[in-house]
């Protein structure tokens, strides 16, 4: 199937018995009857999920038998990484945000000083500057970052790009 997205593929691969399914035929099963013998499905579980798979594009039916075309991950991949919106104009600081930030998540602190304090430099851009922000606000927007509020605020108070003053905290200019 052109055009199929991560997604999707991994919708279609989600259910167990579609998995076993389509590695059979990936493995070299032409028949349902290999596929039944390969992965120990029962023939109408076979049946229901070759049903999907080629309905779905990942399986064709011929003449010769059962077929992959495995360009459909490369595709889903190629397809996916065109919807990329660089999260800074400088390359070099989209390059570091990339390696610490998917999905809007920090999915872990970077080790070196200098990769943080770009990270850091990101991450602030939550708070308007201006406003005062309680410390249970600060933590429920730096939560949606990552669980580790606590050593998040940490980081942003020690970077001095947030101030704190009795439990209020504000962004630095």
């Known amino acids: 199937m052109k055009g199929m997205n991560a997604d999707q593929l991994c919708g279609l691969l989600a ?3 579609r998995l076993r399914t389509y590695s059979a035929v990936v ?3 032409t028949t349902p009857e290999q596929v039944a013998g390969s992965t120990g ?10 049903q999907r798979l080629i309905k779905g594009g990942l399986v064709n039916a011929s003449t010769t038998g059962l077929s992959t075309d495995e360009t459909v991950f490369k ?3 190629r397809g996916s990484r065109s919807e990329w919106v660089p999260l800074d104009p400088d390359p070099a600081r989209d390059n570091v945000l990339k390696s610490f930030i998917r999905y809007e998540r920090l999915t872990h602190f970077p080790t070196f000083p200098e990769k943080l304090r770009i990270v850091l430099e990101y991450l602030v851009q939550s708070f308007e500057p201006g406003l ?3 410390e249970s606000e600060v933590n429920e927007i730096l939560n949606r970052w990552h669980p580790d509020h606590a050593a998040l605020r940490r980081e942003l108070i ?4 947030l101030t704190r003053t009795n ?3 504000s962004r630095t200019d």
């Open 27 to 29: 493995l070299g099963a």
């Open 41 to 50: 499905l029962a023939a109408p579980e076979v049946v229901k999920a070759l």
């Open 15 to 17: 259910e167990p018995s």
């Open 167 to 169: 439990s209020i905290y």
């Open 132 to 134: 005062t922000y309680p």
């Open 158 to 161: 020690d970077a001095r790009l």
């Open 75 to 77: 595709d889903a991949v």
